[in-house]
């Protein structure tokens, strides 16, 4: 089955430390791969999409890492600033229908 | 650009009454999608269509009911609301459904069914 895990669940960090984010996926074939943010109350944002050929893509102060042999992939935060606090989310296109497949997301609080 | 638009923000229905849950975009973006978001679960495919006079059916599609007459507008129809469907909605739009197409989505909307 087509599924996209991610971890931790939830995270608290303060301000200024730095944080890595987990997903594992078992979508196959696989197309790319997306880190979106979310904030409270808001839709989706993204903040990167990567191919099967990209290993590392960065967005400012995050960092998206790929590793398509072991299914998985991680978004690193540099320097976490408080308007960082939202829900992270993995989502994976591909599946005999190349349908957009979604993490349950992370939820990261930045306390100062 | 407004991008994605979605109307209402809010909304309490009763068990068994309809309504539209409206969606817009001005990105000239022929495919567009309604999803789902409950506590607890990843985003699920409601519909989509993939231009104007096509829609198909995504993942959880019962209970709901879209079409696609323009290029900017893709409503989502609830004939008679269930408890269920008590959610968050959002709509999203890109160039197409395939490949490395940034997806742009609407700002939500919260629907409470009692």
């Known amino acids: 089955k087509n599924q996209v895990e991610q971890s931790p669940q939830s995270l608290i960090i303060l301000e200024g430390k730095n944080c890595t984010l987990q997903c594992n996926y078992t979508v196959s074939p696989f197309s790319n791969l997306r880190w979106y943010k979310q904030d409270t109350g808001r839709g989706p944002v993204s903040l990167t999409i990567m191919t099967f050929s990209e290993n590392t893509k960065s967005n400012g102060r995050y960092t998206a890492t790929l590793d398509a042999d072991t299914k998985q992939s991680s978004l690193h935060i540099t320097a976490s600033q408080l308007s960082d606090s939202a829900s992270y989310i993995c989502?994976?296109?591909?599946?005999?229908?190349?349908?957009?497949?979604f993490g349950k997301g992370t939820k990261l609080s930045v306390k100062p | 650009n407004a991008g994605v638009t979605q109307t209402p923000k809010f909304q309490v229905l009763k068990t068994g009454q309809s309504m539209t849950l409206q969606c817009a975009q001005d990105?000239?973006?022929?495919?567009m999608s309604w999803y789902r978001q409950d506590p607890g679960m990843g985003l699920r495919l409601i519909h989509y269509?993939?231009?104007?006079?096509?829609?198909d059916q995504g993942e959880v599609p019962n209970g709901y009911n879209v079409s696609r007459s323009t290029t900017e507008d893709f409503p989502l129809r609830l004939l008679s609301a269930a408890p269920s469907q008590t959610s968050v909605y959002f709509c999203?739009?890109?160039?197409?459904?395939?490949?490395?197409?940034?997806?742009?989505f609407g700002p939500g909307t919260r629907l409470t069914v009692t």
């Open positions: 999203a739009s890109s160039s197409t459904g395939t490949g490395v197409y940034e997806q742009y």
């Open positions: 989502v994976v296109r591909g599946g005999s229908q190349g349908n957009l497949i």
């Open positions: 269509s993939v231009g104007a006079g096509i829609t």
């Open positions: 990105m000239n973006h022929e495919y």
